[in-house]
Structures are given as C-alpha cells and as structure tokens.
C-alpha cells in the first residue's frame, strides 16, 4: 500500500459517488453487503493484477486485452508498447474501461482515462522503480517505446461476493 490518506480518502470519495449514480440492477448486485471501500481496495489490489481494458477503435468498435496492472496512490498504472493497438487507440482516444475479475469473489469495475506517464511526471520514477523492482527489470526495455500509463478513473465500483470472507480469507482486518 502506497497511498496516503487523502488518496484513500479521495478513493471513497468516488466510489460513493459511483455506487449512488449507479443502476438499480447494479445496486441489487453490489448491495450494501457486497460493497468493497476504499480501504478494502487498496489492501485487496496489491501485487500485479490482470487488468481487462477496452479500448474503442477510430470507427467507434470496441476493443478489449490484458494488461498487468498495479495499483499505485489509489489508482492503477499500466504499460503498453506506443506501436500497440491498445497503445493507439489510447492516444488517440485516451478513454477506457477498465476492470479486474478474480473469479466470483472480488472484482473492480470502473471507467475513466489513460494518461501517459512522462519522465517529467512528478509519479514517473516512482512508478517506475515500483515496475522495476515486480518485475526485476525496467519495462522500458521490454520492447521498442514502452510506455507506462496512469489511470485517472471518473467512475469506479468494487464488489465482493462476501466481503468478510474475503477479507478475511486474504488476511486483511476489516
């Protein structure tokens, strides 16, 4: 866990607004019960998780892959080479979807934009280092113009099947 309070905070604060702008039929399935906080997110999404992110193509189709993701200041990060379809589509048009599914027990829903990361970026060596030290070498020299992505969510939602169990079965006090 990287994150402050206030990131933890700012966390909350969105997905309350997220759940109460949310459908009823959403409310019915991540009711009151089943409903992740921020805190439980941010102890939950440690480590590299797969990430399914659906990008849409210039004739407006949409487009879904697997990316590693970490979970960084309370949100993720993500990498791509530039010459990707996912790496073009997200420069062109930098808004996505992205979501982790772990089975039935837990899952991370939540829509927003990609942002590259840029070695000016005050987050940059940071994420970087963090990167470096999973994987035991720099994604920049995974391939030709690798770049690392922020994730800056507008919606977000998080569900647990049951949550206590969850929690506890993954040794996180609730």
Request: hydrophobic content about 40%; aromatic content about 6%; glycine content about 10%.
């Amino acid at each position: 866990m990287k994150e402050t309070a206030e990131e933890i905070a700012g966390l909350q604060d969105l997905l309350d607004r997220s759940h109460t702008s949310s459908t009823g039929h959403l409310k019915n399935i991540i009711n009151d019960e089943r409903v992740l906080t921020a805190q439980d997110i941010v102890a939950l999404m440690t480590g590299m998780k797969v990430l399914s992110v659906a990008t849409v193509t210039a004739s407006g189709e949409p487009r879904i892959s697997a990316m590693d993701g970490h979970f960084l200041h309370g949100t993720w990060s993500f990498g791509t080479s530039a010459g990707s379809a996912k790496g073009r589509h997200m420069a062109a048009r930098p808004t996505v979807s992205v979501a982790h599914v772990d089975g039935e027990e837990v899952a991370l829903f939540s829509h927003g934009r990609a942002e590259e990361l840029l070695s000016s970026d005050e987050d940059f060596e940071e994420t970087l280092a963090h990167w470096t030290a999973h994987y035991g070498s720099s994604p920049l020299s995974w391939g030709d113009d690798v770049r690392l992505y922020r994730y800056q969510p507008t919606w977000m939602v998080g569900y647990a099947m049951d949550r206590e169990a969850l929690l506890r079965g993954r040794g996180i006090s609730a």
